[in-house]
Structure formats: structure tokens, C-alpha cells
């Protein structure tokens, strides 16, 4: 048997679709009568002979999803691995932080999206601005949060790895990366939605392939259960990614964890 | 008090073994922290000299400045005046940049095993970083020692999973496997309830005659500090200065059923009034501050 939990999930998802079928088949708005239904998107998607191009059994829907995956997965960990070490360096030095930190507030509001022509621009090619665009949000979420978990580690963990003949080299191996690894992996849950809710907007701006595009380009051909396919795909996708990294995320931090009980 | 050297030593009831502790000189030391221009006297004029092996508690009221002197002898914290010695070499003056070290480890008030290593990996951690012991011979080490102190069940365990008497008693573990001259705990058992504490005494007394270190303990309970301690020195509100040292000639190795006894209570009771009398005086200043 199931838990309670697993049927509250389906009645939640059962319960959406039913409203979207009413709103579309029975409401009496002519904007809504042109929507897809979520019968004909389920058929639409499922189907071997899709009759706009893109289903589960077509090449070109693997090709869009491959190719937004590999724009998330390259911003994502060029992100990381260039968020981590620089928000470390904030952390740990409090001048480094008088440097960076006004930058990093400046640039911040500025909208991944306004940044697209200037990529283009640098990066003299489309896919490398898309890339670059996602990256940027990934990149401030994850300095910002690594950030703050150096900063939150309780100061005795410094003293006691001091009085215990730590070097500095063992200070940033034994407390700060560890000590900030929760909220690390705050910081990287965060970067990966933001970079998929970017990528999205950039890839509808500018790309050639890629769920974002395959949105904008269905709109203009008017296939609309296509579009549908594409959001919800793009939700999928974006849960699994989440999800890896939140497991990540337990394995290297079973520390937290308080299952076991001892007495004392 | 202030200005005259305080001589204290273990007690003559132990027996004359080698001691593993160092002997601790704090002379004239004081303390003055700059906030916004204006400066604030902590500690002032301080002179203990702790024999090699002595137990000593300083006992104050809280905020009084005991932490800080902790922190001057640890080597967090500069000295604004004075030095302190560890068998005659200095570790403390002014301009000197403060360094902590494997021969005065602290344990702290709140507890500070890394949480994201095992009881094994903290305990050997430090003779790994020093690169006295191999990760092998350290880790075999710190099983001999859990063992001694009836932690080996908890070897594999994540600090989380272990209640705060238990933390404490594998931070003091910790702090044993370096073989530390100097062992200061700063109100360790501060959180705990009485039974708790009533069992870590007992534990921190086994430790202590096991290892025979120099222990300096810092405390606001005035009871555990003479069931603990040869000498309790009690400290005055701020700026602290030592007021008074009580000189605690009671058996070792001591059992609980001492706290009954005539001697413990009437070292209890006259340090008990100065203690009292300086809360009053610090309640009153409070008072003067507020009108």
C-alpha cells in the first residue's frame, strides 16, 4: 500500500488537470477556447505519429531537451566552480569582501536578460551568450550563499582547529568548506533553478535549438500543444536536476543527520 | 589581592608523580578592549602562578572577565599589560601576536567538535595536523583513549548523534590526545542539568588522574569549583581582579559524598558570602548605572 502522502500528490496533479480541462472546454471566454486541453497535449505527447513534430518518440525532442540540458549543466558548474572559490575568498577575507562585495551588489539587479546583447557582443556567438546569461544568475546565487555559510561558521570551530595545530591550508579543508557546505548547497539548489528559469528566456531569445525555443517557435507556427509539451518538459527537468543535487547534497552531509541516539 | 602573586599548587595529599602539566605564570596581567574611542577595562593587574599538575577553578560573576584571561593564556586574545609564562617561556606580553597551540588546548563553553567528523576523526585530528602521529597510529591512539574513557562505543558516531554530556566528554578527549601541557576548559559544563553534571564531574576527575595536566576551569558554580579544584581563586566584577583564593584540602580522589562533608561546607560557605558580596556590588553598580 501506498502512503497517504503518494495519493495526496495524485489527487493535487488529477485535481489541476480537471480544472484546466473545465477552463478551456466549458468557460465561456473565447482566449481560453483556443488553449490546448490536456487531453490532446497527453495525446499529442505520447503519441508515435505527433501531428506537430514533437513527441516522446521523435528525434527533434530529445535534441531540444539534450541541448538545454548541456546550456544548464555548462552554466551550472561554471558557476560553481567559480562562485564557490570566490565566495570562500569573501568569506574568509574581510578585505577581499570590501572589494567584491559592492561589485557583486551593483551588478546583481541588472536582468540576466539585458545582458544578452552585450554577450553577444563578447562572445561573438549565440550559444555561448545563452550560456553565459544562465551562468550569471547560477553565479550570484551560489557566491552569495557560499558567502553567508563561511560567515555563519560558529568562531570556535577556527579557535579549537587552531589550538589543535591546524595550518591555514587545514583550516579551509577542515572548517570552511565543510562548515559552509549547507549552505553551499542552498546556494547551488537555487543557481539551478535560476539557470533554468534564465535559460528558458534566453533560449527563446536567441538560440536555435532547445526547449525555450522549441516554446517560442511553436507559438509562432501555432502549435500549441507543442508549447505545453515544452513547459512542461521544461518542469520535469528542472525537478530531476534539483533533485540530484539535494541527494548530493545528503550524501556529503550525513553529519546532519540525528538518527542515532546515544546516551550519556 | 591584586598586585600580590598567588602561589598554588595540587595538594599534598597526591602522591609526588612526574606530572605531564606545565607550570602557568600569569603575571600583572590585564586587559583593555577599544570600543569607539572609549575604553573598557577587563581585567586588571592579574597574577597567578599554577604549579605543574594543579587543578585550579576560577570562580566570578558572569561577564566578569574570566573568558577573557582564558583567551590571553589560550592565545586567541592579546595581553594589554603583563606576560604569561608556560614553564618560564613566554607566551603572552604586549605586542606579541597571540598564538594558540597544541600545549594549552580549551574546551569550550558550547562545545566545538567539528560536526562533520566522526568521534574518531575529531579525536585524532590534532596529532594528524601536527604531523606528530601517522593517521594510523593517531587513530589507534584515540581508540585507546575512547576506550579509557568508556567512549569506544561512540567511536563512529557524528557528534549530532550524541547527547551534550557525551559531546563534552570526547572534546575533553580531544583535547587529552595532544598531550597538552596546559588543559582550559571555559565553563564546560555550563548547560547541563545537575545529574548531567554530577557525571561529568566524575569523568573529568578520572581524566584528571589519569593524564595529571595542569587544568585551569572556569566556572560561575561555586560548588563545582571546590569538589574539583586544589585551588579556587574567585575574581571580582569589572575590571576583574582576584579577590580572594580558597585553598580546597580535600581528599583525592575525590567521591561525591564529600559535598556533605564539614569541610567541603564550610570552604563553601566563606566563599559563597565574597562571591555574594560581589554580586551585590555589581547588582548595585548595575542600579547607579540605570539612574
Excluded at chain 2, 599554577?50 to 577573557?68: D, H, Q
Excluded at chain 2, 557524528?158 to 582550559?184: D, T
Aim: proline share 6%; charged share 20%; net charge positive.
Amino acid at each position: 500500500m501506498r502512503s497517504r502522502r503518494f495519493w495526496m500528490m495524485w489527487v493535487g496533479y488529477l485535481g489541476a488537470a480537471a480544472l484546466w480541462y473545465a477552463s478551456v472546454k466549458w468557460l465561456p471566454i473565447a482566449s481560453f477556447q483556443r488553449l490546448p486541453d490536456p487531453v490532446t497535449v497527453i495525446t499529442e505527447w505520447l503519441s508515435p505519429n505527433p501531428t506537430y513534430g514533437i513527441s516522446i518518440f521523435t528525434y527533434p525532442y530529445y535534441l531540444h531537451i539534450l541541448n538545454s540540458t548541456y546550456r544548464a549543466t555548462a552554466a551550472f558548474l561554471l558557476a560553481t566552480l567559480l562562485g564557490v572559490p570566490l565566495g570562500i575568498c569573501m568569506g574568509w577575507s574581510e578585505i577581499f569582501h570590501r572589494y567584491a562585495s559592492p561589485l557583486l551588489g551593483l551588478l546583481r539587479p541588472v536582468p540576466p536578460l539585458a545582458w544578452v546583447p552585450l554577450a553577444i557582443l563578447i562572445f561573438s556567438g549565440i550559444e555561448s551568450a545563452v550560456i553565459f546569461v544562465t551562468f550569471l544568475v547560477a553565479f550570484y546565487a551560489t557566491t552569495l550563499n557560499t558567502v553567508v555559510g563561511v560567515r555563519a561558521i560558529e568562531p570556535d570551530y577556527f579557535r579549537a582547529s587552531a589550538c589543535l595545530g591546524a595550518s591555514r591550508r587545514d583550516i579551509l579543508v577542515d572548517v570552511i568548506i565543510p562548515g559552509a557546505l549547507p549552505n553551499i548547497f542552498t546556494g547551488l539548489q537555487i543557481a539551478m533553478g535560476a539557470a533554468w528559469f534564465s535559460l528558458a528566456a534566453g533560449e527563446m531569445i536567441a538560440a536555435q535549438y532547445g526547449l525555450g525555443f522549441l516554446i517560442m517557435e511553436s507559438y509562432n507556427l501555432i502549435q500549441f500543444p507543442t508549447i505545453v509539451i515544452a513547459m512542461a518538459t521544461l518542469g520535469i527537468v528542472g525537478f530531476l536536476s534539483s533533485m540530484l543535487i539535494r541527494t548530493l547534497g545528503r550524501r556529503l552531509m550525513r553529519w546532519r543527520e540525528q538518527t542515532l541516539g546515544f546516551a550519556g | 589581592m591584586a598586585g600580590a602573586t598567588t602561589q598554588l599548587g595540587p595538594h599534598a595529599s597526591f602522591p609526588n608523580e612526574a606530572s605531564a602539566g606545565a607550570r602557568l605564570a600569569v603575571r600583572d596581567v590585564s586587559k583593555t578592549y577599544d570600543t569607539d574611542g572609549a575604553s573598557v577595562e577587563a581585567l586588571k593587574g592579574c597574577s597567578i602562578e599554577v604549579e605543574a599538575g594543579a587543578f585550579v577553578a576560577i570562580v566570578g560573576p558572569s561577564g566578569c572577565g574570566k573568558s577573557t584571561l582564558l583567551n590571553m593564556i589560550a592565545g586567541f586574545d592579546t595581553v594589554s599589560g603583563g606576560e604569561i609564562y608556560m614553564d618560564g617561556r613566554l607566551v603572552a606580553a604586549p605586542g606579541l601576536p597571540p598564538r594558540a597551540g597544541p600545549d594549552r588546548v580549551v574546551v569550550f563553553q558550547n562545545g566545538a567538535l567539528f560536526p562533520w567528523k566522526t568521534v574518531l576523526e575529531n579525536v585524532s585530528y590534532g596529532p594528524v595536523r601536527q604531523r606528530t602521529l601517522t593517521r594510523k597510529q593517531a587513530e589507534n591512539k584515540a581508540v585507546e583513549l575512547l576506550r579509557a574513557c568508556k567512549l569506544d562505543a561512540v567511536a563512529g558516531a557524528y557528534p549530532a548523534q550524541l547527547s551534550s554530556g557525551m559531546q563534552r566528554r570526547v572534546e575533553i578527549a580531544r583535547a587529552l590526545m595532544n598531550e597538552p601541557r596546559v588543559l582550559l576548559l571555559d565553563e564546560p559544563f555550563r548547560a547541563m542539568d545537575s545529574v548531567s553534571k554530577t557525571t561529568m564531574h566524575r569523568h573529568l576527575l578520572d581524566m584528571y588522574r589519569i593524564s595529571r595536566k595542569t587544568i585551569l576551569f572556569i566556572t560561575h558554580d561555586l560548588e563545582e569549583a571546590i569538589y574539583l579544584a586544589d585551588s579556587v581563586i574567585v575574581m571580582t566584577t569589572r575590571p576583574a581582579m582576584i579577590k580572594l583564593v580558597i585553598s580546597v584540602k580535600l581528599q583525592r580522589p575525590r567521591h561525591p559524598r564529600i559535598l556533605f562533608s564539614r569541610e567541603y561546607l564550610e570552604l563553601k560557605r566563606e566563599a559563597a558570602e565574597s562571591v555574594h558580596e560581589e554580586a551585590r556590588k555589581a547588582f548595585e553598580r548595575g542600579e547607579r548605572e540605570q539612574a
